[in-house]
């Protein structure tokens, strides 16, 4: 079955420096992946996508996250993190019928 | 706000008792799906929408869950006799043919 792993429960950075928060995924051939980010008591919001191209997508807020085939990654990345960006954060994958496949998600506190 | 609105926000319903949830996708969405997200999880697709057909039921659809699009614009959810076991977050989302979904706001039921 298809599925995307979160290694990390919780992603602890201080404001200024670079965050990364890790996934990798199953599905072979090409995978079409996302990241989700939720914040408290508001729904999940789209930041970016992967389906073919370019191995860096760039998505909102800053966000970026850099395909990986070899390695069946798909880690998404800031330079410089924000206290604001403090939330929980899903990696998605595409299933059939293009319903969507969560990962179990990722805290990032993020420190002023 | 993604555009996808759900009524209500927060159920709180006895064991036993019915309940139905709404949801309002973005307007020229024609794929609508439903998911529920339990403390510390990921959301977990339930069914999904195509208009008015309803093409794909999860099996954690028990026979207690029924999800209607009539004429392919809102959509209802109900649980009926409910058990401790579906208290979550009940997630809408909708798309159009070719992109990444919307997620509305949720309904957080609680059954006591």
């Known amino acids: 079955a298809q599925s995307v792993a979160q290694p990390e429960d919780q992603v602890n950075v201080a404001e200024g420096n670079p965050l990364t928060v890790k996934c990798t995924y199953s599905?072979?051939?090409?995978?079409?992946l996302f990241w989700y980010v939720q914040y408290p008591n508001r729904g999940l919001q789209f930041l970016l996508k992967y389906i073919t191209g370019d191995n860096l997508v760039k998505g909102s807020y800053g966000f970026e996250a850099e395909f990986n085939k070899s390695q069946t990654s798909f880690h998404l990345k800031k330079p410089s993190a924000l206290v604001s960006d403090s939330a929980l954060y899903f990696c998605?994958?595409?299933?059939?019928?293009?319903?969507?496949?969560f990962g179990t998600g990722t805290l990032l506190a993020v420190q002023p | 706000d993604t555009g996808v609105s759900q009524d209500p926000r927060h159920k709180i319903t006895k064991r036993g008792q019915n309940v139905t949830f709404r949801c309002d996708p973005i307007?020229?969405?024609?794929?609508l799906y439903w998911y529920r997200q339990t403390l510390g999880q990921g959301p977990e697709f339930l069914t999904y929408f195509q208009n008015e057909a309803q093409l794909e039921k999860s099996r954690l659809l028990s026979d207690r869950f029924s999800a209607e699009r009539p004429k392919g614009s809102f959509s209802t959810l109900e649980i009926q006799r409910t058990e401790q076991g579906d208290s979550a977050m009940y997630l809408c989302?909708?798309?159009?043919?070719?992109?990444?979904?919307?997620f509305g706001p949720g309904t957080r039921l609680t059954v006591t």
């Open positions: 998605v994958e595409r299933g059939a019928t293009n319903k969507l496949i």
């Open positions: 307007s020229e969405h024609n794929r």
């Open positions: 989302a909708s798309r159009i043919q070719v992109g990444e979904q919307y």
């Open positions: 599905v072979s051939g090409n995978p079409y």
